[in-house]
């Protein structure tokens, strides 16, 4: 019997044992939900937009009344004031104002709705890596025990005398080159377990996570007029300069006001003391700020500025995102196709090929080499194949980014 297959399934047997004690499987969805609950850096985005609706709501809030006392003192009298001076809201600034600080917070909140939606696709980038090589390893251990079968009979046969030590060695030195290549996808697998861990609250082992889910996707891709319609829809940076630019023209009428006299009120106490006698009454006093050397012009300007700024930004964004979704469609959709017609074209057919090759080889109608080389063909194509849908799958989240959300329900 061979010896290194005892090896081989204690530590497979070793191996599961301890995964499951420590492994966290995940699904990309499960991956997401718990990258939103743990990571720092979603609680950064939540608390600059709380950060930056505090600044907003200061903007409109009413001036802080004032309170003043004087003491007036000529020759035998001495007269106190005790005054409270506030500024009247008779312009509906402050309200304008208050309209345009809830029309910011809705513009941070699209911006951090951006921000997080590139950082769900890089996690999905790192769950898609972590899939692709748990698959790599999964498919090069099948190889291995396929060709190992192959060995034992090998060994028997050459036991029996009806084999050659050729054929024997040639095939072990086939599954040593295949075990190296397990050894290297194992590395690719630590590296996308630890780059998948970084999404996770820190000190997350990544030792045991284990994507779940499949490399393909047989939903039918959407038109391509229906996505960028849900592109305009959904796009949280389109969206943003939607809401920016609403904000700029309640900004820009809230500067118009700025051209309306302001009102301030004084009232308060007086109280006159002489050498014979004291007396009380009251001050009201009410003032009219006259705009004559600022009416808001440069605030209207600059708000117009803006105006024209943003519209600008949202109509070559509109393009891009039309082309953006163009293209990552068109991406998708071919790789995809590429997939399906290699399972068809390549893979089947290699498999078909292994059994020939063997059954001819049980007839003496063909050497070992012929048998190794369509092992060699038939795992080099599940490789291959694994690769196009690794490489499909990145191109439907790339679509995903460009639509804003999921494309394909």
Known sequence: MCRWRPLLWATVFCGVFVWGASAQTLTEEQALARMRMEHPQVRVLHYTVRELEADARERSLLANPTVSYTREDAG???DDFVLVTQELPVRGRSRLLAEAARQAVTVAEARAADDLLAFETRLRFAFTDLLFAQEREETLEKGVLALGRLVDVLR???EEGEGSRFDRLRAEGEVGEIETDVEIIAIDRLTAQARLASFFSPGTEPEGLTAVGQLTNNKTIPTLDSLVT???ARRPDYRALTLSEKQWVTEQRAAGRLRLPGVAVTAGLKRTSGPRAHASGYVLTATVGIPLLNRGQEQIARAAAARGRIDAERQALGTHIESDVRV???????????ADSYRVGSVD????LTEVATAAYEEGEYGILEVLDAHRVKLRT????LELSATARRATIELDRAVGGQAIP
């Open 230 to 232: 849900r592109a305009f």
């Open 156 to 158: 028997i046969r050459e």
């Open 382 to 385: 599940e490789l291959r194949l």
């Open 76 to 78: 035998l009298n001495v």
């Open 349 to 352: 057919r290699a498999a078909e």
């Open 328 to 338: 990552e469609r068109a991406t998708a959709s071919r790789y995809r196709e590429l």
